[in-house]
């Protein structure tokens, strides 16, 4: 089963707008990861954010993290055809020491 | 530094058979995890392996297995396969132990189909 679920399923702009994605989970975590997953291909990870931080960035992403609504977001700015994906976070913590992932969003940008 | 390595990439097997698939890992990496991928159900765990040990296990029938060799390769099998487990199975690599801080790096992925 799922810990986190992601919303939007899937979201399309136009490139150079700026992309937000959510991801809720359910149990307390220790930490929350986004990764990025092209099209049948494997995941690469993007960013970790531990459950004591608000917000982090990294390039031109931006996530946050609010463990009281156990929730997190993801922006990414200025968005580039590249970043067509699919988006997954993962969570871990809760009793279990392994990464449980969201149902993703799949995000398409529009050149 | 080379990747995580999957072999094969794709596999077309018919029910009833068995498949085993390879992971290879980031030298020094310790730690491999098996993820299946499907529309339906998404990314959902299987199992993970650290120093020749399974670590942890997700919500699979006992027919998925694996195992984790001294050089940290590790191999998933399935047995008596159904037309459900055709997926993308995932192997990840991490140097400690996953679910922790360290990043976990995913390979290619092995584009299993059983007719």
Request: aromatic fraction near 4%; hydrophobic fraction near 30%.
């Given at each position: 089963s799922q810990q986190g679920e992601e919303d939007p399923q899937a979201l399309s702009i136009q490139e150079g707008e700026n992309a937000t994605m959510n991801c809720s989970y359910k149990t307390s975590i220790n930490n929350l990861q986004w990764y990025r997953q092209n099209s049948g291909r494997g995941l690469v990870h993007l960013i970790l954010i531990r459950s004591n931080e608000r917000e982090k960035h990294s390039g031109r992403l931006r996530v946050t993290l609010d463990t009281s609504k156990k929730s997190s977001s993801l922006l990414i700015t200025?968005?580039?055809?590249?970043?067509?994906a699919s988006y997954f976070c993962a969570t871990d913590g809760g009793g279990n020491e392994k990464l449980t992932f969201g149902t993703g969003t799949r995000l398409t940008i529009i050149p | 530094k080379a990747g995580v390595t999957q072999t094969p990439r794709y596999l077309i097997k018919t029910r009833g058979q068995q498949v085993t698939l390879s992971c290879s890992p980031i030298s020094g990496h310790r730690s491999v995890s098996w993820y299946q991928q499907t529309p339906g159900q998404g990314l959902q765990f299987l199992f993970e392996y650290f120093s020749e040990t399974q670590r942890n296990k997700g919500n699979?029938?006992?027919r998925f297995s694996g195992r984790q060799f001294s050089n940290s390769r590790s191999e998933m099998n399935v047995s008596t396969?159904?037309?459900?487990?055709?997926a993308l199975y995932l192997c990840a690599s991490s140097v400690?132990?996953?679910?922790?801080?360290d990043t976990q790096y995913f390979g290619p992925g092995t584009r299993l189909t059983v007719l």
């Open positions: 200025a968005s580039r055809a590249a970043d067509t | 699979f029938p006992g396969l159904e037309l459900g487990d055709s400690r132990p996953a679910g922790g801080t």
